[in-house]
């Protein structure tokens, strides 16, 4: 019932502004240069730079070391190099171990007899759904996600190149010569379309324009379809140049393009977009599609999407709540006295931020557990117990006084590292090159929002700690002008509907990101945080986030037995995808072979907490992903820990047969504990 008032509450208030911006918070940790990080001036125009610059995003590869790495802007992959510009309609390449994208240069653009071959492009501006690549002053283009056409404005009148690593099997202008359809040898057709006319030469793999100033635009024509070439034909005239996510409140992701040209826009959806739709403001051609390591995209027509999620509601407990049986709660009982008395913060030997959150989130499950339960009336000795340590552990991070590591803030590009990242780039699995920030700063933030629960006298005294680490990675205006110290949401990808965990690193298949359950506990943490604090608008982000994580892990990673959007046999051998690439699924991970399936498991499950039920809502699902993990169990030395979250998981249809194997347990992953665990089996 709370929940529902809740909710109403805030679908009324409405939520259009940042989760910062009520209240700017001076605090910021010291700033530190760091002497790993690369330059950002080398790629970005002069009046993005003084701004924090996105870190995690779909075109990092454009923005670092030679930015000649190819990216996935859908439904085509691009690779700008040597002052000319690729283009690629991947074909799929998959086996049992991978699915993956494969590059082929179908068309090569660029500019006749250019003079400076060596330049490297410039990111002139950037948006949500969108990026600007000037190739040379005067060449510009647009990569807008999910236009069917590839967009290049011509400022300066020159001549182009077109040319193919296939052969050009036939080349049929219109006769206003605005149109011009290109049969390669590979079996593809694309059309160009251009905004005036033009003339253009071709020999047997090249094609040359005479100059031109204008607009260009290509297409390829999905499957060769005859029929699909009057709706390419009907939208070729509007064109996007950039777009915009708007949030609203909890309730939707609202997409907007700014437009050029006349007509409608044609734009594509993935499968999740479509899920999510409001499909009473747009038109679907359903029959318009492109194949994607992604499932189909499909046409929409529309220049604004509403995108609604499945709402979450976040809480501090279990959905249930615990047994209320004397031995049920009785085991809990003796388990959370015996996990309590080992805690000591003063005996924490890990000074890696990851781990070291771990620990913190670990202990904060403990009193949350606690209140579930309502021990206080036993043991009245526990819950200052817990606060203590939390205490203990989270102040030196948030206080600077913490010996071996601590947050700084990098004002190249905008965003807190850690002092151990200044140097290394290994250190702390890369978070001083932006690696990962909502996964470690995600567990901080559970054991800041439970001890500002329990104690809200401290919550008050390092709130502007607690913001300043939170907006790092959940900013929600960023980018020129706003004064913000961060890049609009770091790691979550507004097109994608999910986050990336890699930062700046140059990866031949784009971003990535590995646990799933470790991003959702990130933006939960940030939503329990905004109940701590009162900060509606807070839960609110903190919510849809979440939400929204948390479908594209069911759309994206978590493989069902009967699904048809990856190859058939990865799909038959894989339940779930080890790191997901923008342009792969690997069924590897970072830390372990595919054979190591609890593993694969354990980290898309991990930390077990009340909402992994949202995450793991299909009950059908979780039964063929326990299944697939159990024999894995068999192997020898396969740790404790991971066992303990297939257990919990199992929990879910066979409560009594987890029960027993959760109690023979001897061991536990380093963020779990048996009162987590007992809790989880209990709230069943
Ligand atoms: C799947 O393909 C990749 C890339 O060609 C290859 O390295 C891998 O060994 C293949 N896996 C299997 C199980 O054949
Ligand atoms: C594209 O064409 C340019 C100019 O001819 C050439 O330098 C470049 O290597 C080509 N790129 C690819 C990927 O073929
Ligand atoms: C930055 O400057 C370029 C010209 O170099 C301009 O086209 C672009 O719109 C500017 N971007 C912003 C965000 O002001
Ligand atoms: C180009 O491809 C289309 C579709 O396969 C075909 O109908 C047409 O005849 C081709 N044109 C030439 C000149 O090869
Ligand atoms: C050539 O194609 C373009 C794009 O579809 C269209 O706007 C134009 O009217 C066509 N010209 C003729 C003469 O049909
Ligand atoms: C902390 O470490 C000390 C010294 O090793 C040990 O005596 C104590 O039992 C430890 N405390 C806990 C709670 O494990
Ligand atoms: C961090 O801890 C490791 C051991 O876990 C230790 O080797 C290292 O010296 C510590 N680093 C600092 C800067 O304290």
């Known amino acids: 019932m709370l929940n529902f008032w809740f909710f109403l509450l805030l679908f009324t208030l409405g939520c259009n502004s940042p989760a910062t911006a009520r209240k700017p918070d001076p605090f910021t940790f010291p700033e530190l240069q760091s002497t790993v990080l690369p330059d950002p001036s080398a790629f970005f125009s002069p009046n993005l730079t003084s701004s924090p610059l996105p870190t995690n995003s779909f075109f990092q590869n454009f923005v670092i070391e030679k930015g000649d790495q190819k990216e996935y802007i859908h439904p085509y992959l691009i690779k700008s190099s040597h002052s000319s510009l690729s283009l ?20 090569n653009i660029s500019v006749l007899h250019n003079p400076d071959p060596t330049r490297t492009h410039v990111v002139s501006s950037f948006s949500d759904l969108g990026v600007t690549l000037d190739l ?31 052969k050009i099997r036939a080349f049929v202008p219109n006769s206003s010569k605005t149109k011009y359809k290109i049969n390669l040898s590979n079996g593809q057709i694309w059309i160009l379309y251009s905004s005036s006319p033009i003339r253009l030469t071709r020999d047997e793999s090249t094609i040359e324009s005479e100059n031109f100033r204008g607009v260009i635009r290509i297409a390829l024509l999905p499957n ?35 437009k050029k040209g006349s007509g409608d826009l044609l734009m594509l959806a993935n499968p999740l977009h479509l899920r999510l739709m409001d499909k009473s403001s747009v038109k679907v051609v359903d029959g318009f599609r492109y194949k994607s390591v992604d499932g189909e995209l499909v046409g929409v027509v529309g220049s604004s999407w509403v995108l609604k999620p499945d709402p979450v509601s976040v809480t501090w407990g279990s959905i249930k709540g615990v ?17 309590v008395k080992g805690l000591d913060s003063s005996n924490v030997t890990t000074n890696s931020s990851y781990f070291f959150g771990k620990l913190v989130a670990r202990a904060a499950r403990l009193a949350l557990i606690a209140e579930e339960i309502e021990i206080e ?7 200052p117990k817990i606060k203590n340590y939390l205490k203990g552990t989270i102040e030196p991070w948030l206080d600077g006084k913490f010996v071996g590591n601590g947050f700084l803030y990098d004002k190249s590009w905008g965003g807190l590292i850690t002092k151990q990242g200044s140097t290394d780039k290994t250190a702390d699995f890369g978070f001083g090159i932006y690696n990962d920030h909502h996964f470690h700063i995600g567990y901080f933030l559970y054991g800041i929002a439970v001890l500002a629960k329990i104690d809200p006298v401290w919550g008050r005294k390092y709130r502007p700690q607690a913001y300043a680490l939170m907006t790092d990675f959940m900013t929600l205006d960023g980018g020129s002008g706003s004064g913000s110290k961060y890049t609009r949401l770091r790691c979550f990808d507004l097109w994608k509907l999910h986050s990336w965990a890699a930062g700046l690193t140059e990866f031949e298949n784009g971003r990535n990101q590995e646990s799933t359950s470790e991003a959702v506990n990130a933006y939960y943490s940030a939503a329990l945080m905004g109940l701590a604090y009162g900060d509606t608008r807070l839960v609110a982000v903190g919510s849809l986030l979440t939400a929204m994580e948390i479908h594209a892990a069911k759309t994206w990673w978590h493989v069902k037995e ?16 080890g790191i997901l690439w923008a342009n792969k699924r690997d069924s590897v991970l970072w830390f372990a072979p595919a054979e190591m399936r609890e593993a694969r498991f354990g980290i898309q499950v991990l930390p077990l907490l009340p909402v992994t039920e949202v995450l793991f809502s299909d009950l059908e699902y979780v039964k063929q992903l326990v299944e697939w993990t159990l024999p894995s169990l068999e192997r020898k030395g396969v740790g404790e820990g991971w066992k303990g979250f297939v257990y919990a998981l199992e929990g879910l249809y066979e409560k009594e047969n987890a029960l027993e194997k959760i109690r023979k347990l001897s061991g536990y992953d380093d963020g779990n504990s048996l009162s987590n665990l007992l809790w989880w089996i209990f709230s069943r």
């Open 323 to 339: 047994e209320k049986e004397k031995e049920s709660r009785h085991e809990i009982v003796k388990a959370l006295e015996q996990d």
């Open 562 to 577: 009967d699904d048809t959007l990856y190859g058939a046999d990865f799909t038959r051998e894989n339940r779930v995808v």
């Open 224 to 258: 060769r379809d005859a029929k699909l070439e009057p709706v390419l034909d009907r939208f070729s005239s509007c064109y996007p140049v950039s777009g915009r996510a708007r949030f609203r409140g909890s309730v939707s992701v609202d997409y907007k393009w700014q």
């Open 136 to 166: 040379q002053p005067g060449l510009r283009f647009f990569f807008v996600r999910g236009s069917p056409y590839l967009t290049c404005q011509i400022l300066k009148s020159a001549p182009l190149s077109i040319s193919t690593v296939h």
């Open 377 to 383: 009336i036993e043991d009245a000795d526990v819950i």
């Open 88 to 107: 690629s309609y991947p074909s799929i390449f998959s086996n049992t171990s991978l699915t993956q994208q494969i590059f082929t240069p179908d068309l």
